[in-house]
């Protein structure tokens, strides 16, 4: 059984910064693209930022320049390190990864989520 559980978020004055952390845990062989997504209340889930298992990212243009995706793969964690954030940053966050288990088979898991308030 493999678990994604997120970490990190709250209440932040805009301008401020918040660290966001995901990590999978349970029978993994591999995890492929780590991404964040967001859904404000009323809206659709938007992708936020994505890494793949290089280091490649890429991100949504509402946070380009102001959130930086990482990843530590010893220790199947994704970040999401957030600066000057914004009123309209307000959501609940998820983290979404592909994960290849020890079957040899890939699925893609979801994170509960954390609300980030500002």
């Known amino acids: 059984q493999v678990q994604l559980v997120e970490s990190g978020g709250g209440f932040v004055q805009a301008g401020g910064s918040l660290r966001l952390s995901c990590a999978a845990s349970g029978s993994i062989f591999r995890i492929n693209v780590m991404d964040w997504y967001r859904q404000a209340q009323g809206k659709e889930r938007e992708l936020v930022a994505v890494i793949t298992r290089g280091g490649r990212t890429n991100y949504a243009d509402s946070v380009k320049g102001r959130f930086t995706i990482s990843r530590d793969n010893a220790k199947n964690t994704v970040y999401l390190q957030m600066n000057s954030l914004k009123p309209e940053d307000t959501a609940v966050y998820y983290c979404?990864?592909?994960?290849?288990?020890?079957?040899?088979?890939?699925?893609?898991?979801w994170g509960q989520g954390t609300q980030v308030n500002l």
């Open positions: 979404n990864a592909e994960i290849v288990d020890d079957s040899g088979r890939g699925y893609d898991y």
